[in-house]
């Protein structure tokens, strides 16, 4: 299984980016999957992320990006997306997208993922 994120880039505070993970193996309509961000220094933190169809393809946000930024996923492309819109210097962090099969309690959490990208830089600043 590999993961390729990319998307990422310089923007203005309030600005929009679009982050594309693609995946090999078709897993992604047969995993959960998410999205983190890491700033040096800090540990890596959950961002958003959608539910596997068996456990009801919800999406699930931190509270620091809730109602502006979207995950949505495209099964026949093989595709997940992170919409980021109305962006914070705060934001400013490399983003990873990750794949796994755990169970729902530990979608929002590092551990319930098994497979990782590689990460893009995601810069917001004026």
């Known amino acids: 299984v590999q993961l390729r994120a990319s998307g990422g880039g310089l923007v203005q505070p309030g600005g929009s980016l679009r982050l594309s993970c693609a995946a090999s193996?078709?897993?992604?309509?047969?995993?959960?999957m998410g999205w983190f961000r890491h700033v040096p220094g800090k540990e890596r933190e959950f961002v958003a992320a959608?539910?596997?169809?068996?456990?009801?393809?919800?999406?699930y946000y931190a509270d620091s990006v809730k109602g502006r930024f979207t995950i949505s996923k495209d099964n026949a492309k093989n595709a997940v997306y992170l919409q980021m819109n109305s962006l914070k210097p705060e934001d400013t962090a490399v983003y990873y997208c990750?794949?796994?099969?755990?169970?729902?309690?530990?979608?929002?959490?590092?551990?319930?993922?098994?497979?990782w990208g590689q990460g893009t830089l995601v810069t917001v600043s004026s």
């Open positions: 990750a794949a796994g099969q755990a169970a729902l309690g530990f979608i929002t959490r590092q551990i319930g993922y098994k497979y």
């Open positions: 193996g078709g897993i992604v309509s047969a995993y959960g």
């Open positions: 959608i539910a596997r169809s068996g456990n009801g393809g919800r999406a």
